[in-house]
């Protein structure tokens, strides 16, 4: 099914530590921090029950990791920088020896 809509003990299943269907809530209704916004997961209504579109909860894991990779960039500068300035520093050190 190319819509397929899971529910929220579903969601938590697809997910390696498979979080509670109380955290796919609260990820809904409330979000995670992610810079200065949050990232909400998606969802549908469907008379009383609450779904997460299997689509959704992909886009929602791709964008907390480009979050966290965006913090992580933000913080500690570009890894392949860092690389490149530690090669060079140790370069450097082995010239002086």
């Given at each position: 099914?190319?819509?397929?809509?899971?529910?929220?003990?579903?969601?938590?299943?697809?997910?390696?530590?498979?979080?509670?269907?109380?955290?796919?809530?609260?990820?809904?209704?409330?979000?995670?921090?992610?810079?200065?916004?949050?990232?909400?997961?998606?969802?549908v209504r469907i008379g009383r029950r609450v779904f997460v579109p299997a689509e959704a909860l992909e886009e929602f894991v791709e964008q907390m990791t480009l979050a966290d990779k965006e913090a992580a960039a933000e913080r500690y500068g570009d890894p392949a920088r860092r690389e490149a300035d530690i090669a060079a520093a140790e370069r450097s050190v082995m010239g002086r020896e």
């Open positions: 099914m190319q819509n397929e809509l899971l529910s929220l003990s579903e969601a938590g299943k697809r997910l390696p530590h498979r979080p509670a269907p109380s955290t796919i809530w609260r990820w809904i209704r409330q979000g995670i921090p992610a810079g200065n916004e949050r990232i909400y997961l998606r969802y």
